[in-house]
């Protein structure tokens, strides 16, 4: 597992080059402090003391600037459109930046191609997701309701599943997109931060190995579900909300199982060390004494 | 050599990367520390030095509380080798306490030493990086750090010198502790 595999993600720089960003871990364990002399003097010079300066090597790849990030999302957000005509690919990043005014030169700035497009998208509806569940939690709050978590785990899969639905026609292309290795650490992080997210919101308090049973479990429902979805032919798609329902309560019905097993191995346990104490017992259990034949 | 700003988003990353990697190690150690105790007392508990080892073990689980609260708090990953701690921190208890008082002791110290420095570097981390955002943590952090170097200073006082092969256990104690801090710090 990656390290920021589980944590909650911001938004991923999507600009790694070769020294990687300076936000990974440096080789002496720590984190890239270098926040020598030579740089408060450099700060100064530039008038913007608060940003964070750090010195960098020629050989080190510099992190995007905020004014690239803003660039990048505004390009990828205009491309979305183009995706029903050209999928998701290279081609759709190139119109959606002349249909910004921006030279077609401007797909340099996205090495990974279609995947930075599906990344873009997915990132963006975890955060849409993300606004959903906060707004939830403060509505049952304010009504003094309890969060009832199978329906609120529900509705939120099927909230997220539903803003894949504008783009369904392409969106198994995105699926496989996200299957190819060079992209699968990022798919796995954007999964992990949905199945987070709903777990975080409806409540989940666990400090332990639960903290990742309860997540796979979840992360594997959503993808199953994600899967019947692209093929669902009924109206509305409800074939597939039923599908979801059937996943959960599996779920569920494993989890009483796990508990009904430590039960049921605890009484047979017992039961076993109870027979071992009897069995123990017989020698100590006096012969029967035979009658004296001899007494006539 | 260029100079170029790193944006508000990506240092907030980092801070947020930081505080992750110590609530999880810290986690993980204290989980450790008070399996160790545990099976120091499955062993040694009947014997003199029980309640000593009885009353480090509940300063541990304070510590282990705190951070488990913390663990929810700032929405904090668990180490996966949570389990994995459980059942060889019990067996590093029991196994040093076998080699008898001396032997538990030892590991005791060893183990503390370690601990001691490691919670040094975090405070010195997280004072690098925004003093004023973690005044909270980093007074924790302190604390949590004086009772264990306590702790390593009533293992001295209780014969730990005096253990079978005290240099080498306290080294492969050592070694092995500090593998379980990288290890923690990223799965």
Same mark, same amino acid.
Request: hydrophobic share 35%; charged share 25%; net charge negative.
């Given at each position: 597992?990656?390290?920021?595999?589980?944590?909650?993600?911001?938004?991923?720089?999507?600009?790694?080059?070769?020294?990687?960003?300076?936000?990974?871990?440096?080789?002496?364990?720590?984190?890239?402090?270098?926040?020598?002399?030579?740089?408060?003097?450099?700060?100064?010079?530039?008038?913007?003391?608060?940003?964070?300066?750090?010195?960098?090597?020629?050989e080190e790849m510099p992190?995007?600037?905020?004014?690239?990030?803003?660039?990048?999302? $505004?390009?990828?957000?205009?491309?979305?459109?183009?995706?029903?005509?050209?999928?998701?690919?290279?081609?759709?990043?190139?119109?959606?930046?002349?249909?910004?005014?921006?030279?077609?030169?401007?797909?340099?700035?996205?090495?990974?191609?279609?995947?930075?497009?599906?990344?873009?998208?997915?990132?963006?509806?975890?955060?849409?997701?993300?606004?959903?569940?906060?707004?939830?939690?403060?509505?049952?709050?304010?009504?003094?309701?309890?969060?009832?978590?199978?329906?609120?785990?529900?509705?939120?899969?099927?909230?997220?599943?539903?803003?894949?639905?504008?783009?369904?026609?392409?969106?198994?292309?995105?699926?496989?997109?996200?299957?190819?290795?060079?992209?699968?650490?990022?798919?796995?992080?954007?999964?992990?931060?949905?199945?987070?997210?709903?777990?975080?919101?409806?409540?989940?308090?666990?400090?332990?190995?639960?903290?990742?049973?309860?997540?796979?479990?979840?992360?594997?429902?959503?993808?199953?579900?994600?899967?019947?979805?692209?093929?669902?032919?009924?109206?509305?798609?409800?074939?597939?909300?039923?599908?979801?329902?059937?996943?959960?309560?599996?779920?569920?019905? $494993?989890?009483?199982?796990?508990?009904?097993?430590?039960?049921?191995?605890?009484?047979?346990?017992?039961?076993?060390?109870?027979?071992?104490?009897?069995?123990?017992?017989?020698?100590?259990?006096?012969?029967?004494?035979?009658?004296?034949?001899?007494?006539? | 050599?260029?100079?170029?700003?790193?944006?508000?988003?990506?240092?907030?990353?980092?801070?947020?990367?930081?505080?992750?990697?110590?609530?999880?190690?810290?986690?993980?150690?204290?989980?450790?520390?008070?399996?160790?105790?545990?099976?120091?007392?499955?062993?040694?508990?009947?014997?003199?030095?029980?309640?000593?080892?009885?009353?480090?073990?509940?300063?541990?689980?304070?510590?282990?509380?705190?951070?488990?609260?913390?663990?929810?708090?700032?929405?904090?990953?668990?180490?996966?080798?949570?389990?994995?701690?459980?059942?060889?921190?019990?067996?590093?208890?029991?196994g040093t306490a076998l080699?008898?008082?001396?032997?538990?002791?030892?590991?005791?110290?060893?183990?503390?030493?370690?601990?001691?420095?490691?919670?040094?570097?975090?405070?010195?981390?997280?004072?690098?990086?925004?003093?004023?955002?973690?005044?909270?943590?980093?007074?924790?952090?302190?604390?949590?750090?004086?009772?264990?170097?306590?702790?390593?200073?009533?293992?001295?006082?209780?014969?730990?010198?005096?253990?079978?092969?005290?240099?080498?256990?306290?080294?492969?104690?050592?070694?092995?502790?500090?593998?379980?801090?990288?290890?923690?710090?990223?799965?």
């Open positions: 597992m990656s390290t920021s595999t589980g944590d909650r993600n911001p938004p991923q720089d999507t600009s790694s080059g070769p020294g990687g960003s300076a936000s990974s871990q440096t080789s002496n364990g720590g984190y890239n402090t270098q926040r020598t002399g030579q740089g408060a003097q450099y700060s100064d010079e530039l008038d913007n003391s608060e940003d964070l300066v750090s010195e960098v090597e020629e992190e995007e600037t905020e004014e690239e990030y803003q660039t990048k999302q $505004a390009v990828l957000k205009a491309s979305l459109p183009f995706v029903h005509q050209y999928g998701w690919t290279k081609k759709a990043i190139v119109a959606g930046a002349e249909s910004l005014g921006m030279p077609s030169m401007v797909h340099g700035m996205f090495p990974r191609g279609g995947a930075e497009l599906v990344f873009y998208f997915y990132e963006e509806s975890n955060k849409e997701l993300e606004s959903f569940l906060k707004q939830k939690v403060t509505e049952l709050k304010e009504k003094d309701e309890k969060i009832k978590t199978g329906p609120f785990i529900h509705d939120a899969i099927e909230t997220r599943l539903r803003m894949i639905i504008p783009y369904i026609d392409k969106w198994p292309q995105a699926m496989a997109i996200q299957t190819l290795p060079q992209n699968a650490v990022q798919s796995w992080t954007n999964l992990s931060r949905v199945v987070d997210d709903i777990w975080f919101y409806a409540g989940d308090k666990s400090n332990d190995f639960n903290w990742y049973t309860k997540r796979g479990s979840l992360a594997a429902v959503y993808k199953s579900t994600e899967i019947y979805l692209i093929q669902d032919r009924s109206e509305d798609y409800t074939d597939t909300w039923n599908f979801l329902e059937n996943r959960l309560e599996d779920v569920v019905s $494993a989890g009483h199982l796990a508990r009904n097993l430590q039960e049921t191995n605890t009484v047979l346990s017992e039961g076993a060390k109870g027979f071992c104490v009897m069995v123990s017992q017989v020698p100590t259990i006096p012969k029967p004494t035979e009658p004296n034949r001899n007494d006539k | 050599m260029s100079i170029r700003r790193i944006s508000q988003r990506a240092k907030d990353e980092k801070t947020r990367k930081l505080l992750s990697r110590i609530i999880r190690v810290d986690q993980a150690g204290e989980l450790g520390a008070d399996r160790i105790y545990a099976g120091q007392i499955a062993v040694l508990g009947n014997t003199p030095v029980g309640p000593i080892i009885q009353e480090m073990k509940e300063q541990e689980q304070e510590h282990l509380e705190t951070f488990n609260k913390l663990i929810v708090e700032k929405r904090v990953r668990p180490t996966a080798l949570l389990p994995l701690w459980n059942i060889a921190g019990f067996a590093l208890g029991a080699l008898g008082k001396e032997g538990a002791m030892a590991c005791t110290v060893a183990v503390e030493s370690v601990i001691g420095e490691h919670y040094n570097s975090q405070i010195r981390d997280l004072m690098e990086d925004d003093p004023e955002k973690h005044k909270e943590l980093i007074k924790k952090l302190s604390k949590f750090r004086d009772d264990e170097l306590h702790h390593h200073d009533t293992g001295l006082e209780h014969d730990a010198e005096k253990a079978p092969m005290y240099d080498a256990l306290s080294q492969v104690i050592k070694v092995g502790c500090i593998g379980a801090i990288w290890l923690s710090e990223r799965i």
